[in-house]
Each structure stands twice: as structure tokens, then as C-alpha cells.
T-cell receptor, first 114, second 113 residues
Framework: AQSVTQPDIHITVSEGASLELRCNYS??????LFWYVQSPGQGLQLLLK??????LVQGIKGFEAEFKRSQSSFNLRKPSVHWSDAAEYFC????????????FGAGTRLAVHP | DAMVIQNPRYQVTQFGKPVTLSCSQT?????MYWYQQKSSQAPKLLFH???????NEADTPDNFQSRRPNTSFCFLDIRSPGLGDAAMYLC????????????FGPGTRLTVL
């Protein structure tokens, strides 16, 4: 069955430090992968997506992610975290069927220390 | 220039009292989705409309219904809310089905007393 695993429930980093959020997926075919960010009490905002082509994907707010098929991973990175990056981050994979059913991971909550 | 709008942002209802949540979009997208997100959990798809074609997820309770009177609007009706239905309800749209980006609204926080 298709699934997404985000191994880290909570991560705390200092402002200015680098960040990597992990995402592993299980999917039978070529996956379509997404990272969304959710601030408290808000909806989800798309950070970046991978459909095909270059495995290193650039997104908004200085984020990037790398698709590694051999590791079934799509980790999100940022070289220098800002306090405003504190939020919940969801990895998602485009699911099966004739429509775009997104399967979400459980999320990683990021805290940023000044 | 809000693209996906949800009203109200906060809704309080009583146990068993029907409630309707509203979603509208200015993107002219064909597909509209409703997700339920409980505290500290991932969003869970309830159903979606592809144009006028309604697609229900197999595990969505019968208590949840939806209407899409036109391209721009979609409603979520909860016929008899229980305490377990308290959650954030997220509306999303996409231009088409397949691997297309979904755009989310800000959500409606439902409280059931």
C-alpha cells in the first residue's frame, strides 16, 4: 500500500542553522511528491513538488528537496533557517486511481530558537 | 487576491445539530476537495468533485455530505455532528485530476459542544 513516513515528529533548530526534514515513501510506480507547510491555524501552502526530470527541486522560501529513487526518499532542506519557518511540514505522494489523491505523512513540527 | 476561500473560519455547533461549511474558489479549477484534519494529524481526504462528478472515499462516514452547485462553490454538510467530528476542515482545488498541484484554503475550525 502507498504510504509516506516522516520519521521526525518534532525538530528544533537554531535560527541560521541548516535544516533537513526527512520523508520516505512507499509507492508502486513513479511517485509524484510534494512538500507542504502549515502555519498554526492555517491551510497548507505548497513549498515544492517533484513530477519528473531533475531530482533536485527548488521551491519557495529558499527550500529545496532531492528525490532519491534508490532510497525512496524526498528530503526537504534549507541552508539557513529563519524564525518565520517555524511551522508544520507535510510530505505527500500522489496516490493511485484516476484522480490526484494525496497521501500525507504525519508531519514534522519545526521549532526555531533565536 | 485570495484563491481558495473558506467560510466561516471558525464554527461552533452543538452535538447533533447540522452544520454547513463553505468553500469558494477564484481559480476556475475543475476539481474541489474536502479534507478533515484532526489535531496533530495529517489531512484525510473525505471526498472530491471532478466538475459535477462526486467521488466519495470509501471510509468517509455517511454523516458527511457535499454539494457543488457550480464551479466556484462547494459545501460540506455534516448532518449530525458528533464530538469526534471536531477538526479543521480544509478545502482544496486543482486544475485537473492526475498529478496536479492542489491549492488549499485557510480551513474552517469546527468545534462541537
Amino acid at each position: 500500500a502507498q504510504s509516506v513516513t516522516q520519521p521526525d515528529i518534532h525538530i528544533t533548530v537554531s535560527e541560521g542553522a541548516s535544516l533537513e526534514l526527512r520523508c520516505n515513501y512507499s509507492y508502486g510506480a513513479t511517485p509524484y511528491l510534494f512538500w507542504y507547510v502549515q502555519s498554526p491555524g492555517q491551510g497548507l501552502q505548497l513549498l515544492l513538488k517533484y513530477f519528473s526530470g531533475d531530482t533536485l527541486v527548488q521551491g519557495i522560501k529558499g527550500f529545496e528537496a532531492e528525490f532519491k529513487r534508490s532510497q525512496s526518499s524526498f528530503n526537504l532542506r534549507k541552508p539557513s533557517v529563519h524564525w518565520s519557518d517555524a511551522a508544520e511540514y507535510f510530505c505527500a505522494v500522489g496516490g493511485p486511481g484516476g484522480y490526484n489523491k494525496l497521501i500525507f505523512g504525519a508531519g514534522t513540527r519545526l521549532a526555531v530558537h533565536p | 487576491d485570495a484563491m481558495v476561500i473558506q467560510n466561516p473560519r471558525y464554527q461552533v455547533t452543538q452535538f447533533g445539530k447540522p452544520v454547513t461549511l463553505s468553500c469558494s474558489q477564484t481559480l476556475n479549477h475543475n476539481v474541489m476537495y474536502w479534507y478533515q484534519q484532526k489535531s496533530s494529524q495529517a489531512p484525510k481526504l473525505l471526498f472530491h468533485y471532478y466538475d459535477k462528478d462526486f467521488n466519495n472515499e470509501a471510509d468517509t462516514p455517511d454523516n458527511f455530505q457535499s454539494r457543488r452547485p457550480n464551479t466556484s462553490f462547494c459545501f460540506l454538510d455534516i448532518r449530525s455532528p458528533g464530538l469526534g467530528d471536531a477538526a479543521m476542515y480544509l478545502c482544496a482545488t486543482s486544475r485537473d485530476r492526475g498529478a496536479d498541484t492542489q491549492y488549499f484554503g485557510p480551513g474552517t475550525r469546527l468545534t462541537v459542544l
